[in-house]
């Protein structure tokens, strides 16, 4: 339990989100884009796809060895073992936090979306688009932005180079559904290289 220290640190005064339940003893939540945890009280490990609310990046577990990576749509693979549970967090402590950027290969620029959103407790935000590195339109795939900066959401994507773009954002509540924000869609085309940032306001 001493690796939730950091945990703690990292999570303290944010909202719960992304609540999971399996209907038996199985249970997972996120905290304000900051930290994710499962808890399995069953006697067999279980493994699924979670929505942990995180950027995307590689994350040391907390409660043990091993990591977590969580994919620009902000879910991630996890095995919890039986009578065991698995935490990540942002930033240092407990391990490595999200890299800044993502690996840029060539042909692609690293998009920085910085979306400055009013939320409520248990919302996040994340940036959907009409390229498949942004969900293609749907709001499932759509990439996590982090509130470590709260109000201004972050996330930076690799794009590809030289390309139109079309995207909005969009709140996920904790009932499950999704709020977009007004139109018309935001645009704009990326450069040849190098990196692009957008600073928007929810609208």
């Given at each position: 339990m001493s690796g939730m220290v950091g945990f703690n640190r990292?999570?303290?005064?944010?909202?719960?989100?992304n609540w999971y339940d399996n209907g038996n003893n199985v249970i997972a939540f996120s905290r304000g884009g900051k930290g994710w945890v499962a808890?399995?009280?069953?006697?067999?490990?279980?493994?699924?796809?979670?929505?942990?609310g995180l950027p995307a990046g590689t994350y040391a577990n907390d409660l043990g060895g091993g990591s977590v990576t969580v994919g620009s749509n902000g879910t991630a693979s996890v095995t919890v073992p039986a009578k065991g549970a698995v935490a990540i967090h942002t930033g240092g402590g407990g391990g490595p936090g999200?890299?800044?950027?993502?690996?840029?290969?060539?042909?692609?620029?690293a998009a920085s979306f910085n979306a400055n959103v009013t939320t409520y407790y248990g919302q996040n935000v994340f940036v959907v688009g009409d390229v498949e590195e942004l969900g293609g339109w749907d709001p499932a795939k759509a990439v996590a932005l982090s509130s470590a900066s709260y109000p201004v959401w972050k996330a930076t994507v690799s794009l590809p180079a030289g390309t139109a773009v079309s995207y909005k954002y969009v709140k996920k509540n904790?009932?499950?559904?999704?709020?977009?924000?007004?139109?018309?869609n935001r645009?704009?085309?990326?450069?040849?290289?190098?990196?692009?940032?957008r600073d928007d306001t929810w609208r």
């Amino acid at each position: 339990m001493s690796g939730m220290v950091g945990f703690n640190r990292a999570v303290a005064g944010t909202p719960v989100g992304n609540w999971y339940d399996n209907g038996n003893n199985v249970i997972a939540f996120s905290r304000g884009g900051k930290g994710w945890v499962a808890i399995n009280n069953e006697g067999g490990s279980v493994t699924r796809t979670f929505s942990t609310g995180l950027p995307a990046g590689t994350y040391a577990n907390d409660l043990g060895g091993g990591s977590v990576t969580v994919g620009s749509n902000g879910t991630a693979s996890v095995t919890v073992p039986a009578k065991g549970a698995v935490a990540i967090h942002t930033g240092g402590g407990g391990g490595p936090g999200p890299s800044p950027t993502p690996t840029v290969n060539p042909g692609e620029v690293a998009a920085s979306f910085n979306a400055n959103v009013t939320t409520y407790y248990g919302q996040n935000v994340f940036v959907v688009g009409d390229v498949e590195e942004l969900g293609g339109w749907d709001p499932a795939k759509a990439v996590a932005l982090s509130s470590a900066s709260y109000p201004v959401w972050k996330a930076t994507v690799s794009l590809p180079a030289g390309t139109a773009v079309s995207y909005k954002y969009v709140k996920k509540n904790p009932d499950g559904s999704v709020t977009w924000e007004s139109d018309p869609n935001r645009s704009f085309t990326t450069p040849s290289g190098g990196a692009v940032t957008r600073d928007d306001t929810w609208r």
